[in-house]
């Protein structure tokens, strides 16, 4: 079983729909996670990092964190095409999931 | 300082040979990552060092890779022997511990090797 597990998609949402991304963690004791984006031939890039069961919010982004059902997910508001890449699901100690592809569809 | 440095971008060796891959972290940071990816997996952990320890390997890490940090600042990956299981595009990131929940880790654009 993978430390951080992941859909790998790819899930494709309409412009201007809320995409949903999720990732499960099988360590209970795992504090923090990181969200990144990969666009296609490029480095990942940080979106958010939570540590706090609940909601943080980040202008369309918003991360959620429930360590009682050890898993984050990760909601796009107002999805644009631009949104369209890999998204990666970190633990703090930064041991990634597979990514999830998303296609925001014009 | 232009972000997180690696060099070279892009490597072709045959099966056999050694390569060295160079990362210069952020000026300041004291946390640095390798990773491997390859096409459609997300990066996976090879080692961590915090200023010049190497505080992580991965079990997964056969002894044919191996990485330094000397002194404190750039570090090098090296594989010995390359197979063709090898070829990846290897990341380094880097991060100034107490930072990291602002900014995160600032990876590099990376190298890509192939091994024929």
């Known amino acids: 079983q993978k430390e951080v597990e992941q859909n790998s998609g790819p899930l494709s949402v309409p412009e201007g729909a809320i995409a949903s991304l999720n990732c499960t963690y099988s360590?209970?004791?795992?504090?923090?996670f990181f969200w990144y984006r990969q666009y296609s031939g490029k480095s990942p890039e940080l979106i958010m990092f939570?540590?706090?069961?609940g909601d943080k919010e980040d202008g369309r982004f918003t991360a959620q964190l429930n360590k009682a059902s050890q898993y984050v997910s990760l909601l796009i508001r107002d999805s644009q095409p631009s949104d369209s890449a890999t998204y990666l699901c970190?633990?703090?100690?930064?041991?990634f999931g597979a990514g999830t592809r998303l296609t925001v569809k014009p | 300082d232009t972000g997180v440095s690696q060099d070279p971008r892009h490597k072709i060796t045959k099966r056999g040979q050694n390569v060295t891959f160079r990362c210069d972290p952020i000026?300041?940071?004291?946390?640095l990552y390798w990773y491997r990816q390859t096409l459609g997996q997300g990066p996976e952990f090879l080692t961590y060092?915090?200023?010049?320890?190497?505080?992580?390997k991965s079990r997964l890490l056969s002894d044919r890779f191996s990485a330094e940090r000397p002194k404190g600042s750039f570090s090098t990956l090296e594989i010995q022997r390359t197979e063709q299981g090898d070829s990846a595009m290897y990341l380094c990131a880097s991060s100034l511990t107490g930072t990291v929940k602002y900014y995160g880790y600032t990876f590099g654009s990376g190298t890509r090797l192939t091994v024929v």
């Open positions: 000026s300041e940071h004291n946390r």
């Open positions: 360590d209970r004791g795992s504090q923090s």
């Open positions: 939570i540590y706090s069961n």
């Open positions: 970190a633990r703090g100690d930064m041991r």
């Open positions: 060092f915090q200023n010049e320890a190497q505080l992580e």
